[in-house]
């Protein structure tokens, strides 16, 4: 089998220090890459590096290897040019089809997906020239990964850090399996992981959802073009391009998701959010009792809140045609199996799609905790479609496939 040919653009930023990470991610994960640093980029690290790490060449200019006309080959025969980091100047040299290097070339004569993550301070990131470049460059097709915030160079912190390098390979990885470009322009907003209701400042109430089913939708829609805010109480790493906003109980994921939802085409709500919290939550350690009886009311759901704003707030603010999805983790008992409860729940809630998982004991190999999921996917108008046990991006992609069929059209 061929290895997918990848070109792995450089441009001069502090962040190619972790191109170097990205470029041993591809190759790992048998990718043929050929780096191509502009003269900047080698100014912060140098060719010996990318040599070495991709057993192959490199070069900045036109100049070298004339003979194998490298100024059009490497871009006619990539599968995946991916530029990391896209320093503003990159940006609007790629915007404007300058080619006075060979990467500005490479960028002219690929015809295969161009993936860019940015990454610059947040001034330059701001700036209208560069809006106007990404959105040029976003027309045309190229997928213009929105950089992290966080530290940045210096004492500085703000939007503009370049994405985790395994974060950035999983969504080249996508982009290279044939991910379709659907979800450009559209703004999703996914909830994942399960809530801690707080008993005491060391004490909660929870439950196993990892986080990692939220965090596979979270990927795959950022990797169909989509703006996404992961809502998420989880502590795994950032998806490349999404953006998350932190929580802990279930009263702040309801605050963050209603928020975010408002300007939302798509909300998952993936998160296992605890129906009960503590009616108290102490302020000191709770001392121990030969007994304890703990009194819990109900937390509001989220998701039907959802459905009612829906239904309710037809005004320009909220999108028209929003899409609605849940989940349902379920064991099956004495009045109904898996699929009746979650015909019933999805009645119930009024969601659009409704993603039921039977759930056991621990070593059950779908649902939580694990890197595998099976699941059957309900929609609202009586449809259904059988996941079997597969990946949970797999899982993930299933489901935007669907959601993406019920988007209203741009
Ligand atoms: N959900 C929510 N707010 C809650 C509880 C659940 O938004 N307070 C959402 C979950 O994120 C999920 C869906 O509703 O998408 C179904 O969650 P589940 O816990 O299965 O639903 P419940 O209505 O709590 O049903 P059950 O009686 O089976 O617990």
């Known amino acids: 089998m061929t290895r997918p040919r990848v070109v792995l653009g ?155 390098p395994v974060e950035l390979a999983a969504l080249c990885r996508q982009v290279l399996a044939g991910t379709p470009q659907d979800l450009v322009g559209r703004r999703v907003v996914v909830s994942a992981g399960g809530t801690r209701e707080h008993l005491d400042p060391v004490r909660f109430l929870g439950n196993r959802s990892s986080g990692k089913q939220g965090y596979a939708l979270a990927r795959a829609a950022a990797a169909r073009g989509a703006e996404v805010v992961l809502v998420s109480t989880a502590t795994l790493p950032d998806p490349a391009g999404v953006t998350v906003r932190r929580v802990v109980s279930a009263l702040e994921l309801r605050d963050a998701v209603l928020a975010e939802a408002k300007e939302a085409d798509v909300v998952v709500m993936a998160a296992a959010v605890a129906d009960y919290r503590p009616v108290e939550r102490l302020t000191t350690k709770r001392k121990k009792t030969s007994s304890m009886t703990v009194e819990l009311v109900q937390n509001p759901d989220v998701l039907a809140e959802l459905v009612a704003l829906r239904a309710r707030d037809q005004t320009a603010a909220r999108r028209p045609g929003q899409v609605l999805v849940g989940f349902a983790a379920e064991t099956g008992d004495a009045d109904a199996g898996v699929l009746g409860h979650g015909r019933a729940k999805l009645a119930r809630k009024g969601c659009d799609l409704l993603v039921v998982n039977e759930v056991g004991e621990t070593g059950h190999p779908t649902g939580f905790e694990g890197d595998q999921n099976a699941a059957t996917v309900l929609a609202a108008d009586g449809s259904s479609v059988d996941v079997p046990l597969g990946s949970k991006d797999a899982l993930a992609a299933v489901v935007l496939d669907l959601v993406a069929a019920r988007l209203p059209l741009a």
Request: aromatic share 4%; with cysteine; net charge negative.
């Open 10 to 164: 450089v441009a001069g930023g502090i962040a190619a220090y972790k191109a170097v990470e990205l470029l041993r991610q591809l190759t790992e994960t048998g990718h043929d890459v050929t780096v191509v640093p502009t003269r900047a980029a080698l100014a912060f690290v140098g060719a010996p590096t990318w040599a070495a790490l991709s057993g192959k060449p490199v070069a900045d200019d036109v100049w070298t290897d004339v003979h194998e006309v490298p100024h059009v080959r490497l871009g006619q025969a990539a599968d995946l040019v991916v530029v990391a980091p896209a320093t503003a100047d990159l940006l609007a040299k790629a915007a404007h089809g300058l080619a006075d290097d060979l990467l500005g070339n490479v960028l002219l004569t690929a015809r295969c997906p161009v993936v860019m993550a940015p990454a610059m301070h947040t001034e330059m990131w701001e700036h209208p020239a560069t809006r106007a470049n990404v959105a040029l460059l976003r027309a045309r097709g190229v997928l213009v990964v929105e950089p992290a915030v966080g530290r940045l160079t210096g004492a500085d912190s703000g939007k503009g850090r370049l994405p985790d």
